[in-house]
């Protein structure tokens, strides 16, 4: 059975930083494609970052671009989501995804389809 477990959220202030960590077991975890998603209250859940199975390829989301950085140890089967120059815009409950099937190269990353394994999210709060 795969777990994915997030961890690293909560409260800061606008400018600061965090860092989210996403531990997956239940799979080869080298075999995996990460994502975060987030989602705000009353919004859907939209993709914030992927990273590819060795960690060289990210993709991020517009909103995100140059604050955000999305990493992978594959030794410690666990994902993180560098996240600086919080803004309250950023609050959310960002969920961490994966999935061990190759993405069709005529499907956009951010398509919340392409993942199989959620976990149960963390809360980002940003505010003063």
């Known amino acids: 059975q795969v777990q994915v477990v997030e961890s690293g959220g909560g409260l800061v202030q606008p400018g600061g930083s965090l860092r989210l960590s996403c531990a997956v077991s239940?799979?080869?975890?080298?075999?995996?494609?990460m994502a975060w998603f987030r989602q705000a209250p009353g919004k859907e859940r939209e993709a914030v970052a992927h990273?590819?199975?060795?960690?060289?390829?990210?993709y991020y989301s517009d909103s995100v671009k140059g604050r955000f950085i999305h990493s992978r140890d594959n030794a410690k089967f666990t994902a993180y989501l560098q996240m600086n120059s919080l803004q309250p815009e950023d609050t959310a409950v960002y969920y961490c995804?994966?999935?061990?099937?190759?993405?069709?190269?005529?499907?956009?990353?951010?398509?919340?389809?392409?993942?199989?394994?959620w976990g149960q999210g963390t809360q980002v709060t940003v505010s003063s």
């Open positions: 990273i590819n199975r060795s960690g060289g390829t990210t």
């Open positions: 239940g799979r080869t975890f080298s075999r995996l494609l």
């Open positions: 995804a994966a999935t061990d099937r190759p993405i069709p190269s005529n499907v956009p990353w951010f398509n919340k389809l392409n993942y199989d394994y």
